[in-house]
């Protein structure tokens, strides 16, 4: 089911949408592209004080309101109601959002939720995610099997199109969306919220900080398939 202005449409389900108790703000969903820091922003706007684990805000059922999936809870499609939010989120350029995916979800073995795609991609198409694989050449070969997926509506959300997460071209709409690499514009959107100076203290925070090169990963080839998968995103938000 889809939300729109108060009604509820059969034919499109909505991405994913967290917000708080009492501002009317609400986050859509773009992960690998500042979400971190996106609901940190979000909680702290509604509390006043940060939440207490970096990475259990993505799952906790309490800290915010979550509106996912084709169900719909009647109890916080009403709350939404109530509190008619801006709709915000971030996007990143996607070549530095899908080297990012790939080493933290697919080329270390950190997260424990892709063990079973990394055990396929390993055992079923042959890409080398051994400690001792080259880093470009097992990125290159990822970004080739994204590129063979027919339907991008089933790629994970981490590799999925920003575009397609956002819904933009939908019935739905995000009343803001900022580039995560315009800090001017992050800066002068999180203070709207919650004022100057902890704007400046969220944007200098280092919600999973990256310890990585990118450089490692990334080859003339590489880029010019991620322009071809990432096409419409670099047309809608980096053109």
């Not at 702290?44 to 999936?69: E, M, W």
């Not at 959002?97 to 424990?112: C, L, M, P």
């Not at 790629?155 to 690499?181: A, M, W, Y």
């Amino acid at each position: 089911m889809l939300l729109i202005d108060g009604k509820i449409y059969e034919s499109q389900e909505l991405p994913t949408i967290f917000f708080g108790p009492k501002l009317p703000l609400a986050y859509v969903l773009n992960p690998k592209a500042a979400c971190t820091l996106a609901l940190h922003f979000l909680f702290y706007a509604n509390h006043k004080y940060r939440y207490f684990d970096v990475n259990r805000i993505h799952f906790s059922l309490k800290a915010l309101n979550r509106l996912q999936g084709p169900e719909l809870d009647p109890r916080l499609l009403s709350a939404f109601y109530r509190l008619s939010p801006r709709r915000f989120s971030f996007v990143r350029n996607p070549l530095r959002r899908f080297v990012s995916a790939f080493q933290q979800k697919i080329f270390t073995d950190g997260d424990s939720h892709y063990l079973d795609i990394r055990d396929h991609l390993t055992s079923v198409d042959n890409i080398d995610l051994s400690p001792e694989a080259n880093p470009a050449q097992s990125c290159l070969a990822f970004a080739k099997w994204i590129a063979s997926q027919k339907d991008q509506m089933l790629i994970d959300l981490h590799f999925r199109p920003q575009h397609l997460n956002l819904q933009v071209g939908s019935r739905f709409t995000v009343d803001t969306v900022l580039r995560l690499e315009d800090r001017d514009a992050v800066f002068a959107f999180l203070s709207n919220w919650i004022g100057d100076e902890k704007a400046q203290w969220f944007v200098s925070l280092k919600f999973n900080a990256e310890k990585y090169s990118f450089d490692e990963f990334v080859t003339d080839e590489l880029k010019q398939l991620i322009g071809e998968i990432y096409a419409e995103d670099y047309k809608l938000f980096y053109t």
